[in-house]
């Protein structure tokens, strides 16, 4: 079984920096892809960033130049770095990883990001 924790999440004020990070744990034999999500109140779930099994990074429009995502040394974690960040970006985080099979979607708990003066 695979499991999925984020954690990192807190209050920060606007124009602050904050990192999460994600960690996968269980039988894994290989990670097609990592993907941080959010979810504000009332607003459906949007992808903020992805990172494939090669390397390559996309953001949503939204985050570039202010988040970066990236692996960890154990290659079953990753982290989303957050710079200047604006109230909009308040939301619960999700992290999402392909793995063993093209077909396997494995989802983290979430962990609440607040922008807040």
């Known amino acids: 079984q695979v499991q999925l924790v984020e954690s990192g999440g807190g209050l920060v004020q606007p124009g602050e920096s904050l990192r999460v990070s994600c960690a996968a744990s269980g039988s894994i034999f290989v990670i097609y892809a990592m993907g941080w999500y959010r979810q504000a109140p009332g607003k459906q779930r949007e992808l903020v960033a992805i990172i494939t099994s090669t390397g390559t990074t996309s953001y949503a429009n939204s985050v570039k130049g202010r988040f970066t995502m990236s692996r960890g040394n154990a290659k079953n974690t990753v982290y989303l770095q957050m710079i200047s960040l604006k109230p909009e970006d308040t939301a619960v985080y999700y992290c999402?990883?392909?793995?063993?099979?093209?077909?396997?979607?494995?989802w983290g708990q979430g962990t609440q990001v607040t922008v807040s003066s």
């Open positions: 999402k990883m392909v793995i063993n099979r093209p077909s396997d979607d494995y």
